[in-house]
């Protein structure tokens, strides 16, 4: 079983940051990859970055890449994703997932435990 919750969502200005993170908790010392992924209003669920268990692999959807960075602290069980030059189409209910094993996907239904979410909302 594993629960993630996260923080860090808010509301910023076009050309802003923030940083959301991802804490995981695990009952078993099993290893998992973590993705984040969003939804905005009225469209579908979609794939925005991931990074594998041991954090030496990463992957990115286009539209944020070099804007973007997932990173994650092991020692902390946390994921953090780092958004630089964010504009309006990122507004979206972003969410962690994580599924058992080390590789990611970018498949939401590949993932097996998901968190919350955390709003990020994007002024014009």
């Known amino acids: 079983q594993v629960q993630l919750v996260e923080s860090g969502g808010g509301l910023v200005q076009t050309g802003g940051s923030l940083r959301l993170s991802c804490a995981v908790s695990a009952r078993t010392s099993s290893s998992y990859a973590v993705g984040w992924f969003r939804q905005g209003p009225g469209k579908e669920r979609e794939f925005v970055a991931a990074i594998n268990w041991r954090g030496t692999s990463t992957e990115y959807t286009d539209s944020v890449k070099g804007r973007f960075t997932i990173s994650k602290d092991n020692a902390k069980n946390t994921v953090y994703l780092q958004m630089n030059s964010l504009k309006p189409d990122d507004t979206a209910l972003y969410y962690c997932?994580?599924?058992?094993?080390?590789?990611?996907?970018?498949?939401?239904?590949?993932?097996?435990?998901w968190g919350q979410g955390t709003q990020v909302t994007v002024s014009s």
């Open positions: 997932a994580a599924r058992v094993g080390y590789y990611y996907s970018n498949y939401p239904r590949n993932y097996n435990y």
